[in-house]
């Protein structure tokens, strides 16, 4: 199993609780530093670790991530796209180019950059699964009700990458059905909460263990299970 982002947050939550289920984690960071420091504490809870450079934004790093990864394994039954970066929560009218795309590199390009380098792996498995990290704020039906808190966060670089990515979501699960591809949100859509991660200050009112709930669920799916939804910890989100 590859965690992109896997050395704070929601994904190092992620990969010790399916560390400690028994799942070899390839926990994917950025900084070497602070992926080894991660990887580090998870050895100490007894999980099988081992330590994957990636840089999503990056072809090379994708690509040597790959040839870390087969230097383990000739197969890869669970990918975790949970690297994400939130931008600068610039106004529309403000929004420029310089704002959106890096935001988008992270979010949108870098999902489909290891997807697509790790397609042979996941083709290898018995019963391959992706799990798409995305948001609430790329949802049409939540971003327009005024109900909600992020219909009035007028910003427009992370709630329209994760747009994209529900939408990078539904195209490979009807592209490829042979491998489960699955979006999340790590909230409580019904009840207006979302998860307490660095990305929001730790502002959100959920744990970030509740919030790795539907991530651990769709990442541990049985061969049977579902492909393009789009789910937080209580059930199905409106796209």
């Known amino acids: ?3 992109t982002g896997g050395n704070k947050g929601l994904g190092f939550e992620a990969a010790r609780r399916l ?9 994917g960071s950025r900084d070497e530093g602070r992926g080894k420091a991660a990887a580090d504490e998870l050895a100490a809870k007894g999980v099988n670790v081992v330590l994957v450079v990636l840089d999503v934004t990056s072809d090379e790093s994708v690509a040597d991530a790959v040839l870390r990864v087969r230097e383990h394994t000739d197969r890869l039954d669970v990918l975790i796209n949970n690297a994400g970066a939130p931008g600068h ?3 529309p009218a403000d929004a420029t180019v310089a704002e959106i795309h890096p935001v988008y590199d992270t ?3 870098g999902p489909i950059r290891v997807t697509h380098a790790f397609l042979p ?11 798409m990290v ?3 704020g790329g949802s049409f039906g939540v971003v327009t009700d005024p109900e909600q808190p992020v ?6 670089a992370y709630s329209s990458s994760k747009a994209a990515l529900n939408m990078l979501t539904v195209r490979y699960a009807q592209a490829l059905p042979d491998i489960k591809f699955n979006a999340i949100t790590p909230g409580e859509v019904a009840n207006r909460k979302f998860a307490a991660t ?3 200050h730790h502002t959100g009112q959920l744990t970030v263990t509740e919030g790795t709930d539907c991530i651990v669920r769709l990442a541990t799916i049985p061969a049977d299970g579902p492909t393009g939804t789009f789910t937080d910890r209580l059930g199905p989100v409106a796209w």
Do not use: C
């Open 134 to 136: 995305s948001s609430a």
């Open 107 to 109: 979010n949108v390009y």
């Open 121 to 131: 792996l996941l083709k290898a498995a018995e019963n391959p699964r992706v799990v």
């Open 151 to 156: 219909s009035k966060m007028h910003e427009l």
């Open 19 to 27: 560390g400690e289920q028994g799942w070899t984690i390839f926990l």
């Open 89 to 91: 929560a610039i106004t």
């Open 198 to 200: 660095d990305m929001n």
């Open 1 to 3: 199993m590859l965690i």
